[in-house]
């Protein structure tokens, strides 16, 4: 989504639909300079990841609501970048890799589409054993701050779609 150069236009409109039109066009204008603007648009809750930028950015429609800094896949371990929604979720799990055994992690949200089940292990969840956010670090998560994820928790839930980016 680009900017563009605004039309100047002389219309004569009634006050309260003047401001109307103008507050619309300063909220559109905002959101398409905004790190990380989406590629996509959804009605309703949605979450944008941007892989490039190691940023989560949570949207309620166009509005953005709030965002962190993340952790991704280190390389080999690729988070998978596409359209997801959030298909299963675990208040506490264990989580058991090559190089990795994490008992309790918190506000696990499993994503995935018809072409990457959600049992493959991709999630967004809490993270306590690094706060290194901004960074690669990850086996392919999106690794959270766990007070963030306990807020994304309560707000997206089963359906929510995932975005995710390469980004720039």
């Given amino acids: 989504m680009g900017t563009s150069t605004p039309a100047r236009v002389s219309v004569r409109l009634l006050p309260g639909i ?21 590629p996509v648009m959804h009605q309703g809750h949605w979450v944008l990841v941007n892989l490039a930028r190691q940023h989560l950015y949570a949207y309620d429609g166009a509005t953005l609501v709030r965002d962190t800094a993340v952790s991704t896949g280190v390389a080999g371990y690729d988070t998978p970048v596409g359209s997801f ?41 809490g993270t306590y054993w690094h706060h290194n956010f901004g960074h690669v670090m990850s086996h392919g998560c999106v690794n959270l701050p766990t007070d963030f994820a306990a807020w994304l928790w309560n707000w997206a839930g089963v359906g929510t779609p995932v975005e995710i980016v390469s980004g720039a």
């Fill in 18 to 38: 003047a401001l109307c039109i103008a507050l619309l066009y300063t909220a559109r204008t905002a959101h398409a300079a905004a790190p990380g603007t989406p």
């Fill in 85 to 125: 929604t959030i298909q299963q979720r675990f208040r506490l799990q264990e989580m058991k890799g090559p190089g990795y055994d994490l008992p309790n992690v918190p506000y696990v949200q499993y994503f995935g589409n018809d072409s990457l089940s959600w049992q493959q292990g991709y999630s967004l969840h």
